[in-house]
């Protein structure tokens, strides 16, 4: 069964530090997303990507944040300059649709964690 | 506002008994929901999901309800086993907008056996 895959499982860095966490879509996907979850808290939106631009994106992803798609297969999310409250988990998830009616597939998250 | 909450924080059940897990959502324009079980380490896992010109849906020992009245959404789980034990979001999909998914709080279900 196809699934979604991250990597790292886990990232370790500095604050101030940048990390990029990747992602392996579903292959036959159109439609990213990033989400995150904060240890014991729910789990967050942080932006939907499609067609190699963003859709939407949440009042987390400010500047420090970027997304790529950077080949046919791989989705990145990018933080330039990490700070202590970014140590989370961090899912990409993909979909064949947008909008209503569509099942997003989650992968199984790198937890990054800033000291 | 947009949001999306759950009424209890833990639920714990006896193997072989059914389950109830409750989700209140406060966004009208939503139409899909989706009530996703998330174990220790794992990415959130799909279990079913509902329009919202449905009230219920079944599924394999899971059933969705819809009560668009109150803005109240469960999740019924039949002869609850071990295997069940995780936590539970449910979630929220505004149709026409870009996939983005709001997430209740999560209830955690521990199944003792």
């Known amino acids: ?115 | 506002g947009e949001s999306v909450g759950l009424h209890l924080p833990t639920l714990s059940v006896q193997e072989g008994d059914n389950s109830i897990i409750n989700c209140a959502y406060s966004n009208s324009a939503s139409d899909y929901f989706i009530w996703y079980k998330q174990e220790s380490g794992k990415g959130p896992q799909f279990i079913i999901d509902i329009r919202s010109n449905m009230d219920k849906r079944q599924g394999q020992r899971v059933t969705v309800l819809l009560n668009k009245t109150v803005k109240h959404l469960s999740l019924q789980i039949a002869a609850t086993q071990p295997g069940d034990s995780a936590v539970y979001f449910c979630a929220e999909n505004i149709s026409g907008n870009t996939g983005k998914l709001i997430f209740g709080q999560g209830t955690t279900l521990q199944v003792k056996p």
């Open chain 1, 1 to 115: 069964e196809p699934e979604v895959t991250q990597t790292p499982s886990h990232q370790v860095t500095q604050m101030g530090q940048e990390v990029i966490l990747r992602c392996v879509p579903i292959s036959n996907h159109l439609y990213f997303y990033w989400y995150r979850q904060i240890l014991g808290q729910k789990v967050e939106f942080l932006v939907s990507f499609y067609n190699n631009e963003i859709s939407e994106k949440s009042e987390i992803f400010d500047d420090q944040f970027s997304v790529e798609r950077p080949d046919g297969s791989n989705f990145t999310l990018k933080i330039r300059s990490t700070k202590l409250e970014d140590s989370a988990m961090y899912f990409c998830a993909s979909s064949d649709s947008s909008g209503g009616l569509s099942e997003q597939f989650f992968g199984p998250g790198t937890r990054l964690t800033v000291l």
